[in-house]
Every structure is written in C-alpha cells, then in structure tokens.
C-alpha cells in the first residue's frame, strides 16, 4: 500500500509517498475505506513540525481528512457495506467511556486524531471504526471527492463551536 508519510518531524523535506505495510484488515466493528480523495488540514503542518507529547512511530501516516468507498467490513458491522461511498469522521473514540456516552466524544479518554494520533487518511486504504462513517448519500450524492474529503474536520470544529460550546439554538 502507498501512503504519504512523514520519515521524522521537522519540516517538509521529512515527508514521502512510500510504500508502507499492507493495508490494514477491519477488525470487529471496523471497516476498511479505499481512499479516492484526502484533504489537506493545518493540523498537518502542525504534525510535521512536531506535537509534544505525540509519540512519531518510523513512518507516520499523515492525513486526518478524507473520503472513499467501503471496501470491507468487520464482524458486526450492518450499518454500510461494500462499495458504500463515505466521509471519515477523523475523531476516534472509544464510543464506551463516560464522555463518549453523554455525547462529548473529543474529550474521551481515548480519543485520538486521524494523522495526529493514528494512521492518516493519505494512503491508499484506512481502517477505522464503523462509527467513524457516514454514508455520502445521506448529505448529496451529487457532492464530489474531493468536496467531501475536505468537509469533515473544519466542519465538526464548526459544529461544535456552535452547537456544544455556544449552544446555538433554530432562530438565533
């Protein structure tokens, strides 16, 4: 599998497309998305430059944003199937700790980023939990790869923003 990955944090020189190890199988609950658009973000420069604290394993996948099509599905996974098109939700969360189940899911103790704190969606495969999906159809099937590649991060810091923290309400 080909992927774009940061060799060591520093600067841009430090990142390559390389091939890396075989695309991952989806476990229980995951599924495995070929890739046919990923967006740029400013977290990867940020990536690139180096984050305290996150560890920088040989070969780091970088990307958090993304979409493409289901290309197989785990165990108990029902909600979307083979050749399904989606956008990555690139927050993965555990889904059982106490903020995960009132809802505030980037603060689980788990939690962690797409290309911050796991393989990233700039490869040609991801596998990612199920939850982390949303089938195309449900927002435009009309809406290109590369539109919806570059919708999900900013959008759920949007959304958040307004609907968690200001707590915007229809009307206002």
Same mark, same amino acid.
């Given at each position: 599998?080909?992927?774009?990955? !940061?060799? #060591?944090? @520093?600067?841009? *020189?430090?990142?390559? $497309?390389?091939?890396?190890?075989?695309?991952?199988? /989806? +476990?229980?609950?995951?599924?495995?998305?070929?890739?046919?658009?990923?967006?740029?973000?400013?977290?990867?420069?940020?990536?690139?430059?180096?984050?305290?604290?996150?560890?920088?394993?040989?070969?780091?996948? !970088?990307? #958090?944003? @993304?979409?493409? *099509?289901?290309?197989? $599905?785990?165990?108990?996974?029902?909600?979307?199937? /083979? +050749?399904?098109?989606?956008?990555?939700?690139?927050?993965?969360?555990?889904?059982?700790?106490?903020?995960?189940?009132?809802?505030?899911?980037?603060?689980?103790?788990?939690?962690?980023?797409?290309?911050?704190? !796991?393989?990233?969606?700039?490869?040609?495969?991801?596998?990612?939990?199920?939850?982390?999906?949303?089938?195309?159809?449900?927002?435009?099937?009309?809406?290109?790869?590369?539109?919806?590649?570059?919708?999900?991060?900013?959008?759920?810091?949007?959304?958040?923003?307004?609907?968690?923290?200001?707590?915007?309400?229809?009307?206002?």
């Amino acid at each position: 599998m080909r992927a774009c990955v !940061l060799k #060591a944090k @520093g600067g841009l *020189e430090q990142v390559a $497309v390389e091939e890396v190890a075989q695309a991952p199988e /989806p +476990g229980p609950g995951e599924v495995r998305v070929a890739l046919r658009a990923a967006a740029l973000n400013h977290l990867d420069l940020h990536v690139v430059a180096g984050l305290p604290g996150i560890p920088y394993p040989d070969r780091k996948i !970088l990307g #958090a944003d @993304g979409a493409g *099509e289901i290309d197989r $599905v785990g165990p108990d996974v029902t909600r979307v199937r /083979p +050749g399904d098109r989606v956008l990555i939700n690139p927050g993965v969360s555990d889904y059982t700790c106490e903020f995960c189940r009132s809802g505030e899911h980037n603060l689980c103790v788990n939690y962690g980023i797409l290309g911050e704190h !796991l393989p990233g969606t700039l490869a040609e495969f991801i596998t990612i939990p199920a939850a982390n999906v949303l089938p195309l159809p449900s927002l435009d099937p009309a809406l290109s790869w590369a539109e919806a590649a570059a919708f999900s991060l900013v959008t759920l810091t949007a959304w958040r923003m307004l609907v968690t923290r200001a707590r915007v309400r229809s009307g206002e």
